[in-house]
């Protein structure tokens, strides 16, 4: 009798614990995980949505929900300014979730709100030291406008420099871009120039010395590994990325940069000046391609030269021609007597 009591006991305390320490994640929206605690104190376990158990939950085994919902944050703009004094504005945009691998390292690192801060100080800092720095990066505002590659390949560095495959070269990796750049090596700035050469002779020197000294075998290594590199950045400034930072637990998904903003006139005249430049190349071309057809009109014989010319200069819309349809109104009365009277002419003649 009594060891029929002591089993039934032991039975229904071992029912008591279990119903206890069950627990139910929902599977809520946003979507959540639960980060798995220890006496109180974060583990690196993360139970799933569903049912679980937590042994004496709230003594021994606890939970914390977490949201894995991406988190979408604005990075606010900044007043930067180039070596030129030109005074401009960039902001941005970044997206990152907690990837589960570390409840921990996530929580000690202050959770949603102290991780956006952390990302906010390290775009603060970073976006205007590079603006500013007379060595490396842009130099002028009109560098810093076809820079963004540069700066999202800069902040991701700054923000995940472990997890981002090195590419063994001392040249910086902008540079390398901008000379691995298909179908040809784009031409480098003025003040590129002055380091690099206008051809890039100086660089190509550099390469060759670091095959010597066996960084990477041959040039077509080093642009394949640029070439990996600048898919990464292409990526997450499209939103598809996957740059894990471990120290958080967390992973970027989307860094994009924003097209710099003239703040004050010197910035706005270079842009101005930028935007002339454009319009007066494009209206070279188009005159270009119209005279090689006002010369094929004249050499086949089909049009004078003042033809071929002003066929060319209509259709470019310098000239324009109107076809004009002159339209008069007759009373019908008019047309029957006129009728008539033309029909006497004719009875007339006959006779």
Same mark, same amino acid.
């Given at each position: ?18 119903? @206890? ?12 995980? &639960? %980060? ?21 939950? *709230? ?11 991406? @988190? ?12 030129? @004094? ?18 921990? #390292?996530?929580?000690?690192? !202050?959770?949603?709100? *102290?991780?956006?801060? #952390? ?19 842009? /130099? ?5 406008? !076809? ?74 290594? $080093? ?47 270079? /842009? ?7 319009? &007066?190349? %494009? ?7 119209? $005279? #090689? ?19 060319? /200069? ?13 339209? $008069? ?13 033309? &029909? ?8």
């Amino acid at each position: 009798m009594l060891s029929g009591l002591i089993v039934f006991g032991v039975i229904l305390l071992t029912g008591a614990i279990l119903k @206890q320490g069950y627990r139910k994640i929902e599977v809520a929206d946003p979507p959540q995980v &639960a %980060a798995r605690t220890l006496f109180g104190r974060f583990t690196d376990k993360v139970a799933p949505s569903g049912w679980n158990y937590f042994f004496l939950c *709230g003594w021994v085994q606890g939970f914390v929900p977490i949201s894995i919902k991406t @988190q979408d944050l604005d990075l606010l703009r900044q007043e930067v300014h180039t070596p030129d @004094q030109a005074k401009s504005g960039i902001s941005g945009k970044i997206s990152w979730f907690f990837n589960e691998k570390s409840p921990r #390292k996530f929580v000690n690192a !202050g959770s949603f709100e *102290g991780i956006n801060k #952390k990302l906010e100080s390290i775009w603060e800092g970073i976006i205007k030291e590079w603006a500013i720095a007379t060595e490396e990066g842009p /130099q002028t505002f009109m560098e810093l406008l !076809g820079a963004n590659e540069e700066a999202t390949d800069l902040i991701l560095k700054s923000m995940v420099r472990n997890n981002l495959e090195k590419i063994p070269s001392d040249i910086p990796t902008n540079i390398l871009f901008r000379y691995f750049r298909k179908p040809f090596p784009k031409k480098p700035t003025p003040s590129q120039t002055k380091i690099w050469g206008a051809k890039w002779q100086k660089l190509e020197k550099i390469i060759q010395e670091e095959i010597k000294r066996g960084c990477y075998y041959s040039i077509e290594e $080093l642009e394949n590994l640029v070439k990996k590199r600048k898919e990464k950045i292409n990526g997450v400034r499209q939103g598809h990325g996957e740059f894990e930072k471990s120290e958080w637990s967390i992973t970027i998904r989307l860094l994009n940069i924003t097209k710099p903003e003239p703040l004050d006139e010197i910035a706005k005249a270079m /842009q101005l000046e930028a935007k002339e430049a454009r319009e &007066a190349a %494009a209206e070279e071309k188009e005159v270009n391609h119209f $005279l #090689k057809i006002s010369d094929k009109l004249k050499k086949d014989g089909s049009r004078s030269r003042k033809d071929a010319d002003e066929i060319v /200069q209509t259709e470019r819309g310098k000239i324009k021609k109107e076809i004009k349809e002159l339209k $008069l109104s007759i009373p019908d009365e008019t047309v029957e007597k006129f009728g008539e009277v033309v &029909a006497n002419i004719l009875a007339g003649r006959k006779k």
